[in-house]
């Protein structure tokens, strides 16, 4: 008795188990990025047409993503403002490629609650969350308001002088 007791304890949890499964599978699943997103994984973004001090939103993992063609000014500009003035503190060689410290890429997300940024605007000639007031700087750095970060600066490499490779 207790053989055939065990075998249909055995083929019952058996039966539960790979029923557990085929109803979990599904969910699971569903939480894998969508095919949209993955193929957007990195992007390749052509400079030539950026005029110096122009701006461009481009779109990186479903996410706007600034690249900011920078003046000479603006440079200089990022780059003399003291460390002790910044709640998140980064150089500017921290936040651009050497070689290259004209192009400015940053996810174009507010750092508090997600909102999008207007670029050459605020107090810091830089950029502008209007949703809740965030100021950030020429280099994308928290200068002003409730932001607790600097935008995010994605990986992003060099193709060569003219394309980079976001991602």
Known sequence: MTNRRDFIVLTASALTTVGAASFMWPMIDSMNPAADVLAMASTEV??????????IK??????????KHRTQKEIDEA?????SELRDPE?????TKPGHEQWLIMV????????????DAGDYDG???????????SAGRIRKGPAPLNLIVPGYTFINDNKINIG
């Open 46 to 55: 052509d400079l030539t047409p950026i005029k110096e001090g122009q701006v």
């Open 58 to 67: 481009v779109v990186w993992r479903g996410k706007p993503v600034f690249v």
């Open 79 to 83: 780059k003399a403002v003291p460390l």
């Open 91 to 95: 150089t500017d060689e921290q936040r």
């Open 108 to 119: 174009a997300v507010c750092t508090h609650l997600g909102c999008i940024p207007i670029a």
């Open 127 to 137: 950029y502008f969350c209007p949703c809740h007031g965030s100021h950030y700087d």
